[in-house]
């Protein structure tokens, strides 16, 4: 009988957990919060079991105590969300968004504060790996970069009060989207009064609120671009291309003066990605698994990347890779769903062969996209060039435009000299930003020395870190050779030039480029993947016989040599504007094959010296497929 009524108890409990009908300890979390959403599906849950608090108060202080405005973040949410979800929590908390070990370890080696292999730090210890180290104990500037510029994007913080940037930390940065402006759309009634007064400028907007309160797996990509804005692979995604920092490059406002700011920029407007175009959004391309990590500490800048082109357009020969599931298991239905697999092997479910063709149904939208597959035959003759299938990443043809950031240039100030730096104030630096807006307008007498805030432990030190950049370009991308053997897109992250100045004006460094441990120059300059993918490609000539495509910079050969024998000098000298350097920034590599700057992904380099040449010279072949093609277009 006990036991019967055991089970009489749990169902009840159960049932009132999930229908939706109020407890009464909940009732007075609701006789502020009125008309408030439920969380969602499978989260119905009292409201302190989440968020804490004492429901049972009637005072806003004393029902206040002890709670958590966000029982997602991720010091909370392995006693919040883990008992549900233990696995995705563990698997987040490792994750590259989480951990910023993609950017925290290739800066340092960057900057000679650490040896390229084995050493992992990330921003807070876990596992086996360290913490990054303050700078006050490893007396490394770049640490002080790290924490107090770079490190601001990461899943233990939320984001920056900037149109466009509002966000929660944790498990909710993603899972509960917020509107640009950081105002909810909820019907909570304590919201909506809230954000009246903010409306009205009784007071400040110091956090932004969810659009509702409620936990979605359909994200969008406004609530990517929450962090991945200015010149992270994201951004181009949707069109969008940082300017210049100076004032001279601003064009969107009448006056030139007061742009409306997106993201802290005044971007300038480029073509879009096709799957933009096409209606796709981010989580239509990656997964879940991929965007939470597989579970162990990802330590590379790409390492939870597992989609790429060829999985759903497969190559010519081959089609991409499905699998064949029964639709019910326990009816041992005779129905099958063939679903895609992505390049680890793992299935990705919307994506299905339907009526003999792949077809992706969209997270976000439910509409269905028809996969066009590269298999079959006969295929554009780019395709059919076994040199190009075998040893090229897609986007090296379909990348419409990349990022190029050329000369990055640092400086850390502790003095008040912000003059200077008002043509400037547009860079992507939101302490920058409100230091100069809230300095400039007084008399210099009053400026007030800079201060900002180390993202990693919150407290406020002397100085800041301006930046800027010797030249920005996006056309005609340079190529070299990535990780997996292929040619790849590449571009410069980033060709750092480091100058410090102290609080008396005393110049620490000027215009330092940092070396590597193994004595190699700390100018990044990386494969990666640019999402500005269209169907028409580049010419032949964008590749091949094309000294600036294949890292050479802008040579060009000597009147009356043959190409690649004798060769002009560099077009721009670095070292006449103060840099020590004596190659153009866009030179990867010399026409001897020797490297001129450094590579932090593992397996990439320029091309060597047979390929260069390769590269330069009108081969048999490539006049073969030459002609080919003008026989093909009726030109020939």
Same mark, same amino acid.
């Given at each position: 009988?006990?036991?019967?009524?055991?089970?009489?108890?749990?169902?009840?409990?159960?049932?009132?957990?999930?229908?939706?009908?109020?407890?009464?300890?909940?009732?007075?979390?609701?006789?502020?919060? %009125?008309?408030?959403?439920?969380?969602?599906?499978?989260? &119905?849950?009292? #409201?302190? $079991? *989440? +968020?804490?608090?004492? !429901?049972?108060?009637?005072?806003?202080?004393?029902?206040?105590?002890?709670?958590?405005?966000?029982?997602?973040?991720?010091?909370?949410?392995?006693?919040?969300?883990?008992?549900?979800?233990?696995?995705?929590?563990?698997?987040?908390?490792?994750?590259?968004?989480?951990?910023?070990?993609?950017?925290?370890?290739?800066?340092?080696?960057?900057?000679?504060?650490?040896?390229?292999?084995?050493?992992?730090?990330?921003?807070?210890?876990?596992?086996?790996?360290?913490?990054?180290?303050?700078?006050? %104990?490893?007396?490394?500037?770049?640490?002080?970069?790290? &924490?107090?510029? #770079?490190? $601001? *994007? +990461?899943?233990?913080? !939320?984001?920056?009060?900037?149109?466009?940037?509002?966000?929660?930390?944790?498990?909710?940065?993603?899972?509960?989207?917020?509107?640009?402006?950081?105002?909810?759309?909820?019907?909570?009634?304590?919201?909506?009064?809230?954000?009246?007064?903010?409306?009205?400028?009784?007071?400040?907007?110091?956090?932004?609120?969810?659009?509702?309160?409620?936990?979605?797996?359909?994200?969008?990509?406004?609530?990517?671009?929450?962090?991945?804005?200015?010149?992270?692979?994201?951004?181009?995604?949707?069109?969008?291309?940082?300017?210049?920092?100076?004032?001279?490059? &601003?064009?969107?406002?009448?006056?030139?003066?007061?742009?409306?700011?997106?993201?802290?920029?005044?971007?300038?407007?480029?073509?879009?990605?096709?799957?933009?175009?096409?209606?796709?959004?981010?989580?239509?391309?990656?997964?879940?698994?991929?965007?939470?990590?597989?579970?162990?500490?990802?330590?590379?800048?790409?390492?939870?990347?597992?989609?790429?082109?060829?999985?759903?357009?497969?190559?010519?020969?081959?089609?991409?890779?499905?699998?064949?599931?029964?639709?019910?298991?326990?009816?041992?239905?005779?129905?099958?769903?063939?679903?895609?697999?992505?390049?680890?092997?793992?299935?990705?479910?919307?994506?299905? &062969?339907?009526?003999?063709?792949?077809?992706?149904?969209?997270?976000?939208?439910?509409?269905?996209?028809?996969?066009?597959?590269?298999?079959?035959?006969?295929?554009?003759?780019?395709?059919?060039?076994?040199?190009?299938?075998?040893?090229?990443?897609?986007?090296?043809?379909?990348?419409?435009?990349?990022?190029?950031?050329?000369?990055?240039?640092?400086?850390?100030?502790?003095?008040?000299?912000?003059?200077?730096?008002?043509?400037?104030?547009?860079?992507?630096?939101?302490?920058?930003?409100?230091?100069?807006?809230?300095?400039?307008?007084?008399?210099?007498?009053?400026?007030?020395?800079?201060?900002?805030?180390?993202?990693?432990?919150?407290?406020?030190?002397?100085?800041?870190?301006?930046?800027?950049?010797?030249?920005?370009?996006?056309?005609?991308?340079?190529?070299?050779?990535?990780?997996?053997?292929?040619?790849?897109?590449?571009?410069?992250?980033?060709?750092?030039?480091?100058?410090?100045?102290?609080?008396?004006?005393?110049?620490?460094?000027?215009?330092?480029?940092?070396?590597?441990?193994?004595?190699?120059?700390?100018?990044?300059?990386?494969?990666?993947?640019?999402?500005?993918?269209?169907?028409?490609?580049?010419?032949?000539?964008?590749?091949?016989?094309?000294?600036?495509?294949?890292?050479?910079?802008?040579?060009?050969?000597?009147?009356?040599?043959?190409?690649?024998?004798?060769?002009?000098?560099?077009?721009?000298?670095?070292?006449?504007?103060?840099?020590?350097?004596?190659?153009?920034?866009?030179?990867?590599?010399?026409?001897?094959?020797?490297?001129?700057?450094?590579?932090?992904?593992?397996?990439?380099?320029?091309?060597?010296?047979?390929?260069?040449?390769?590269?330069?010279?009108?081969?048999?072949?490539?006049?073969?497929?030459?002609?080919?093609?003008?026989?093909?277009?009726?030109?020939?």
């Amino acid at each position: 009988m006990g036991r019967w009524l055991g089970l009489i108890f749990l169902i009840a409990v159960s049932l009132t957990l999930t229908s939706g009908v109020r407890t009464p300890a909940e009732q007075g979390c609701l006789s502020c919060h %009125q008309g408030i959403e439920a969380p969602g599906k499978g989260h &119905r849950f009292p #409201c302190q $079991r *989440c +968020h804490g608090g004492d !429901p049972q108060a009637t005072e806003q202080d004393k029902a206040h105590r002890g709670l958590a405005a966000n029982p997602s973040a991720l010091g909370q949410a392995p006693l919040v969300c883990g008992p549900c979800h233990a696995d995705q929590v563990r698997r987040v908390q490792r994750s590259l968004m989480a951990t910023s070990a993609g950017e925290i370890n290739p800066t340092r080696y960057l900057w000679g504060a650490q040896p390229r292999e084995p050493v992992t730090y990330l921003n807070q210890a876990l596992d086996q790996y360290p913490a990054l180290p303050h700078p006050d %104990q490893s007396r490394q500037p770049v640490d002080d970069l790290l &924490r107090r510029r #770079c490190l $601001r *994007c +990461h899943l233990h913080t !939320p984001g920056t009060p900037r149109f466009g940037e509002w966000r929660a930390a944790g498990c909710a940065a993603c899972h509960m989207p917020y509107g640009p402006d950081g105002f909810s759309r909820s019907a909570d009634r304590a919201v909506v009064a809230r954000q009246a007064e903010i409306r009205q400028g009784k007071e400040a907007q110091k956090r932004g609120y969810p659009l509702m309160h409620q936990l979605t797996r359909a994200i969008p990509t406004t609530q990517c671009l929450t962090c991945h804005n200015g010149h992270r692979v994201g951004m181009d995604f949707v069109g969008l291309a940082e300017r210049d920092y100076e004032e001279s490059y &601003r064009f969107n406002a009448p006056d030139g003066e007061s742009p409306a700011l997106l993201y802290g920029l005044d971007p300038r407007a480029m073509t879009p990605d096709i799957h933009h175009e096409r209606g796709l959004v981010c989580i239509d391309c990656h997964s879940g698994r991929e965007v939470m990590g597989h579970g162990s500490v990802a330590t590379r800048a790409g390492g939870q990347v597992s989609i790429r082109c060829r999985n759903c357009h497969g190559e010519p020969g081959r089609p991409a890779q499905t699998r064949k599931y029964i639709k019910n298991a326990k009816e041992h239905s005779e129905i099958y769903r063939e679903i895609l697999l992505d390049a680890d092997g793992f299935p990705l479910p919307h994506v299905r &062969r339907i009526d003999g063709q792949l077809t992706l149904t969209g997270k976000l939208s439910g509409k269905s996209h028809r996969i066009p597959s590269l298999d079959r035959s006969p295929g554009p003759l780019d395709h059919r060039i076994p040199e190009h299938i075998g040893k090229m990443e897609c986007h090296s043809c379909h990348a419409l435009w990349s990022y190029q950031d050329f000369g990055f240039h640092l400086l850390r100030e502790e003095r008040a000299d912000y003059q200077k730096w008002a043509p400037l104030w547009l860079q992507n630096d939101p302490q920058v930003q409100e230091l100069l807006r809230q300095n400039l307008p007084r008399p210099k007498a009053q400026w007030s020395p800079p201060r900002s805030r180390d993202y990693l432990d919150g407290t406020i030190r002397p100085g800041i870190w301006f930046a800027g950049y010797s030249y920005r370009r996006f056309e005609n991308p340079i190529f070299g050779i990535n990780g997996r053997g292929r040619t790849s897109v590449f571009r410069p992250l980033h060709q750092f030039v480091v100058s410090r100045v102290d609080e008396r004006g005393l110049v620490l460094e000027d215009s330092r480029v940092p070396r590597t441990p193994d004595g190699k120059p700390g100018l990044g300059f990386n494969p990666y993947a640019p999402h500005t993918i269209r169907r028409p490609v580049r010419s032949c000539e964008g590749c091949h016989l094309n000294p600036r495509a294949i890292g050479l910079g802008n040579r060009l050969p000597m009147a009356g040599t043959a190409l690649g024998t004798k060769w002009s000098p560099p077009l721009t000298f670095p070292r006449k504007d103060g840099t020590p350097i004596d190659f153009e920034w866009e030179a990867l590599v010399d026409p001897e094959g020797r490297a001129l700057q450094t590579q932090t992904r593992s397996g990439a380099r320029p091309y060597n010296r047979q390929e260069i040449k390769g590269l330069l010279t009108k081969s048999r072949a490539y006049k073969g497929w030459y002609t080919r093609y003008y026989q093909e277009k009726g030109l020939y």
